[in-house]
């Protein structure tokens, strides 16, 4: 092997050995320290984002990439797995931010989760976690990535239902796995479709076999796949919920790694959708109606993890419409900046939420900007970086993918809804930062807040460097491999802009509004529509169960149980039986002599017959 | 006690609710008070109604008027049920037969405690027919009423059911 890509391979081993050491650790060693986890956990992922940004300074340098296949899986007259690892410009620069964000998560998690007695366990978990992402970012063949895939969504589940003392928990970890299974049916038809049709699991191979093919089936398969993992419109109810989990979780794997694992897998895969319109128009408008029915629903949430939720699920749904547009790198630009700002925002919802003794609520907040400024800090910028201001990290991904939906010739109605979204975002940053940081306290002033621990500052601050930098930074470094259109009208180009600040302006004044002698009530429908997230979850997760009971209950009754006893078995033949005896029931009339006469006569003519 | 409220119940937990609700729309509290004042003016205008058909009338009509105003994400307080944090340390509460079950190398790290323990033990063993007899003797024919548990009645015993009182968990176990 040559010598660059054995850096690469090496590498990559290292990171996985120095995470996996924890893990060992606990299997073989079982310390005895009563909070070994943490520390070690922590140092296994800075040492593994140092080592990372290895192979990402040779990438910079000299733009190498690579691709290994090793130790053979499987080999079979039709289908050969091996391991396989793609080190593409995809997966070179996710891995050293997801080290980054996930090495702030955990030290912030330090301090939050310091009082739990399960302490180890919750940080073997998010290790294993993130060996399962390291192996889906990188994975070569269909084979791995589903392993991978399939080890987030379980860990999901666990991670979910931490607390599963709470009826809410175990509810919303079962959601997070149906509504990711249903995705799954997705994927595996693809999978199944490519070892029917090309009989390879490889994605060099999909791209070169597949050329001449109708990809829709498939397409539409990991586009279902995506929509259960990245909770697009339909399989979206589940993200909302899952943030019954602790802060720390749904910061990792709710903003930043996993939901962002669907978006990733098209953007692997989009070679095959460059030439089928159907899926990209798919994308496209699934994406547009996920990003402003989700902001919508954003809009009147008074849980603060929500609202942060509703935003995640608005931004995936943005990456949907670029990679409708046909535009993969952008969308990948925009997971890279989105999992700082995300990350960071859930962070500082996690240290307000600490810092109130488990308030949640916006309502029962304010004034924090005195008590936790550099949390407050954070937060705002945060929320500006999301908004897609000017020259923080949202803006390079933000305004590159408005504008190069502004100048593409595709769908109106998309980019309607996409820029109504996008003004939203702006309205239900600024209402979570009023209501939070700004005015004075409505909560009870006797908690002692304050921000002096360093496990909650400096994962702040570096998110914060990241969110700031991190957009310039990877624009900078990028080869982009569409030509963006550079000219456009004036308006068109500030048009990202004018409809945030629209947006700011607006939910401004109607914060403001709050706080006069106005009237109390808003318009009921349309705050019902929002408030009860467009009714999905009141219909959809009603019908469905009852649907599948009542299917259920029919085919024991009527089916099993009504068919085998009274249609085929003891209780036909009991009522064939009588039917038919009492049909014949009324040729016997009871006239015993005369029957026996007949018989005697007959008996004595058969005689005579047969004696003449 | 029957399972009916009588209707100065149901009017103050009418109050009760509408001023939470009102307190949910209302986030600023000077606003807030301002239309908590004006619902109170409300009540206590009906306040000296005599005829209970009337006040029956009155009553189901702010119910109705709260149906239609009430908010769809009342504030709900973290600890309440419905909240973000009930039962968030249920799956850290464990039962104390648990601790019959701990190895003698463990129990040894707590002398004391276990030492202890055999002793309330007896006294449980001692005190449990009492107990019994109690609660026979003044439950009703049809069933117990209340979750109440009576007190002791003579002197020297202890209340009927004291142990799972007595040896709970905490309520933030950690």
């Known amino acids: ?612 | 006690m029957a399972g009916y409220l009588s209707h100065q119940q149901k009017v103050l937990r009418l109050y009760k609710k509408s001023l939470r609700h009102i307190e949910s729309w209302c986030i600023f509290r000077d606003k807030y008070r301002f239309y908590a004042c004006l619902l109170r003016q409300r009540f206590d205008e009906g306040r000296e109604e005599k005829d209970m058909v009337k006040a029956t009338m009155m009553l189901k009509a702010g119910e109705e008027e709260f149906w239609t105003n009430q908010h769809p994400q009342p504030y709900i307080f973290p600890d309440s049920p419905g909240g973000t944090s009930y039962e968030r340390y249920e799956c850290y509460k464990v039962p104390e037969w648990l601790l019959e079950h701990w190895h003698p190398s463990e129990k040894n790290q707590y002398p004391d405690y276990f030492s202890k323990r055999e002793t309330w033990k007896k006294l449980r063993e001692q005190s449990w027919d009492k107990e019994v007899a109690q609660l026979q003797a003044e439950t009703p024919p049809g069933g117990p009423l209340t979750e109440a548990l009576p007190p002791a009645r003579q002197e020297g015993h202890l209340p009927p059911l004291w142990w799972h009182e007595v040896t709970r968990p905490r309520e933030r176990p950690t």
């Open chain 1, 1 to 612: 092997m040559p010598p660059m890509a054995l850096i690469y391979t090496s590498s990559l081993l290292l990171m996985l050995t120095i995470l996996i050491y924890p893990l060992i650790m606990l299997l073989f060693c079982n310390p005895q320290e009563k909070n070994w986890a943490p520390l070690h956990v922590k140092m296994a992922v800075k040492t593994a984002f140092l080592i990372s940004t290895v192979p990402l300074s040779l990438f910079l340098n000299s733009g190498m990439q690579t691709t290994t296949s090793s130790w053979t899986w499987m080999v079979t007259t039709t289908l050969d797995v091996t391991l396989g690892f793609k080190f593409d410009y995809y997966s070179i620069m996710f891995i050293p931010i997801a080290l980054y964000v996930t090495w702030s998560i955990l030290e912030f998690a330090m301090w939050y989760m310091h009082s739990d007695p399960n302490i180890n366990r919750f940080f073997i978990y998010l290790l294993v976690f993130l060996v399962a992402m390291l192996i889906l970012v990188t994975a070569n063949n269909f084979f791995q990535l589903f392993i991978g895939w399939e080890g987030v969504g379980i860990m999901s589940f666990l991670l979910i239902g931490w607390w599963y003392g709470r009826t809410d928990a175990n509810t919303a970890a079962l959601q997070a796995v149906i509504y990711n299974r249903v995705g799954d049916i997705g994927l595996i038809l693809s999978m199944a479709w490519m070892t029917a049709n090309i009989s390879s699991w490889d994605i060099q191979q999909a791209f070169i076999l597949t050329k001449n093919l109708d990809m829709t089936l498939p397409l539409l398969g990991l586009i279902l796949a995506a929509t259960g993992k990245s909770a697009q419109f339909g399989l979206h109810p589940w993200l909302p919920a899952a943030m019954e989990g602790p802060t720390p979780v749904s910061a990792l794997l709710h903003s930043s790694t996993m939901v962002v694992a669907g978006i990733f897998l098209l953007i692997r895969l989009s070679p095959l959708m460059e030439n089928n319109q159907t899926a990209l128009t798919l994308c496209l408008c699934l994406g547009a109606l996920t990003t402003l029915f989700t902001a919508t629903c954003a809009l009147t949430q008074n849980d603060i993890k929500k609202i942060i939720a509703f935003s995640t699920s608005s931004q995936l749904g943005l990456m949907m419409v670029t990679i409708g547009l046909n535009q993969p790198q952008l969308a990948f630009l925009h997971i890279c900046t989105h999992a700082f700002f995300k990350a960071m925002l859930f962070l500082c919802s996690g240290s307000v939420i600490h810092s109130l003794n488990d308030e949640q609520d916006i309502r029962k907040m304010g004034g924090l900007h005195h008590l936790t400024p550099v949390t407050s800090s954070c937060l705002t910028i945060g929320s500006l970086a999301l908004t897609g201001t000017p020259f923080l990290a949202g803006f390079f991904s933000k305004d590159a993918i408005l504008e190069a939906l502004n100048t593409s010739h595709l769908n109106a109605w998309a980019l309607t809804l996409t820029l109504i979204a996008t003004s939203f975002t702006a309205i239900y940053s600024l209402r979570v930062i009023y209501f939070v940081t700004m005015g004075i306290p409505r909560f009870s002033s006797l908690t002692p807040i304050n921000e002096n621990n360093s496990a909650v500052i400096n994962p702040l601050k570096r998110l914060a460097w990241g969110s700031i930098l991190g957009g310039m930074l990877l624009i900078l470094n990028t080869d982009l491999n569409k030509t963006p259109i550079l000219t456009m009208p004036t308006e068109l180009k500030l048009m990202a802009l004018t409809v945030s600040i629209m947006g700011l302006l607006t939910a401004f004044e109607l914060a403001k509004m709050t706080s006069k002698q106005m009237k109390m009530l808003p318009l009921k429908l349309p705050h019902h529509f929002t408030t009860t997230l467009g009714f999905f979850p009141s219909i959809f997760h009603r019908i469905s169960p009852q649907l599948s009971l009542l299917m259920g209950y029919h085919i024991t009754t009527r089916t099993v149980d009504q068919t085998w006893m009274e249609k085929i078995g003891p209780q036909m033949l009991s009522n064939t039986m009588t039917q038919i005896s009492s049909s014949s029931n009324d040729i016997q009339q009871g006239l015993i002599k005369t029957y026996l006469i007949l018989f005697l006569l007959t008996l004595i003519l058969v005689v005579m017959v047969l004696t003449i």
